[in-house]
């Protein structure tokens, strides 16, 4: 059985960092496609990054060159480090596995609030 439990939310600062980590179980998370999404309320879920089987990686163009998503097979835990973080990514982050462009399992969720 395929479960996702995300952490590392919480409350940071603008331009702060953190560090999410979803851990995975039920599969290897090197064997699928994985990727975080994030919902703002009253707005649609929204993907945030992707790591393809493989390595590559795609990012909204909303986080590039401020987020990283990254795998650590050791763990079986996929990784989203966000940096210079701004108040519009305040949101519940999401961890995802992807199968052919489309999320299919997700975890419950870890909230981030970026405010001064």
């Known amino acids: 059985q395929v479960q996702l439990v995300e952490s590392g939310g919480g409350l940071v600062q603008p331009g702060g960092s953190l560090r999410l980590s979803c851990a995975a179980s039920?599969?290897?998370?090197?064997?699928?496609?994985m990727a975080w999404y994030r919902q703002i309320p009253e707005k649609q879920r929204e993907m945030v990054a992707l790591a393809v089987i493989g390595g590559a990686t795609r990012y909204a163009d909303f986080v590039k060159g401020r987020f990283t998503i990254s795998r650590d097979n050791s763990k079986n835990t996929v990784i989203l480090d966000m940096n210079r973080l701004k108040p519009e990514d305040t949101a519940v982050y999401y961890c995802?596995?992807?199968?052919?462009?489309?999320?299919?399992?997700w975890g419950q969720g870890t909230q981030v609030i970026v405010s001064s």
């Open positions: 039920g599969f290897s998370v090197d064997s699928s496609s």
């Open positions: 995802a596995t992807v199968h052919a462009g489309e999320p299919v399992d």
